[in-house]
T-cell receptor, first 115, second 121 residues
């Protein structure tokens, strides 16, 4: 069974600083994708970034980047120059390829950006 | 980017009534949609996978007769909570899979609707 674990239930960071959210997963697959989703207070799930496991280069999207360590099955999200609008729940997600790509979510990390 | 809508955004109903929630992919065709349930301060729990033109696949512990899913077209899936009770009160979120994101890729990106808050009195 595939599992996704986010070990940090809550985190806080000062505005303009950098924060890293961790995620580990377990799978027997070799080729897969990983996702980070953001859920702000509006509760709309927003795709932040995705990483293809077959790519060695870490994905980046503006202030968001990942540190993907395939051997360690680690997929952390780094947010640079944190902004107040980054305050949200962040979920790491892993699709089950043999189950219609349904997503398995981690428990989430609640990030608070402080002014 | 791909947009998924849900309607209604918030519904309050009396115990015993049925409530229908619609999920639409607005600018792409989705052969597969997913329905999630989320309790306060918790992660999303997958309820069922909705496949266009076929029966939904329900996760273990989800009552099929309680949560009726219909995926009648490539852009619409509906979740009907039948004979709703207060314990069914929750936040329901749908997502739609965009198969055209990257042809040949092993997985496709899911886009989420804004969610529906159901309150059963």
């Amino acid at each position: 069974a595939q599992t996704v674990t986010q070990s940090q239930p809550e985190m806080s960071v000062q505005e303009a600083e950098t924060v890293t959210l961790s995620c580990t997963y377990d799978t027997s697959e070799n080729n897969y994708y990983l996702f980070w989703y953001k859920q702000p207070p509006s509760r709309q799930m927003i795709l932040v970034i995705r990483q293809e496991a077959y790519k060695q280069q870490n994905a980046t999207e503006n202030r968001f980047s990942v540190n993907f360590q395939k051997a360690a099955k680690s997929f952390s999200l780094k947010i640079s120059d944190s902004q107040l609008g980054d305050t949200a729940m962040y979920f790491c997600a892993f699709p089950l390829i043999n189950a219609g790509n349904m997503l398995t979510f981690g428990g989430g990390t609640r990030l608070m950006v402080k002014p | 980017g791909a947009v998924v809508s849900q309607h209604p955004s918030w519904v309050i109903c009396k115990s015993g009534t049925s409530v229908k929630i619609e999920c639409r992919s607005l600018d792409f065709q989705a052969t597969t949609m997913f329905w999630y349930r989320q309790f306060p301060k918790q992660s999303l729990m997958l309820m069922a996978t909705s496949n266009e033109g076929s029966k939904a696949t329900y996760e273990q512990g989800v009552e099929k007769d309680k949560f009726l899913i219909n995926h009648a077209s490539l852009t619409l899936s509906t979740l009907t909570v039948t004979s709703a009770h207060p314990e069914d009160s929750s936040f329901y979120i749908c997502s739609a899979r965009d198969p055209s994101f990257e042809t040949g890729g092993p997985a496709d990106t899911q886009y989420f609707g804004p969610g529906t808050r159901l309150t059963v009195l």
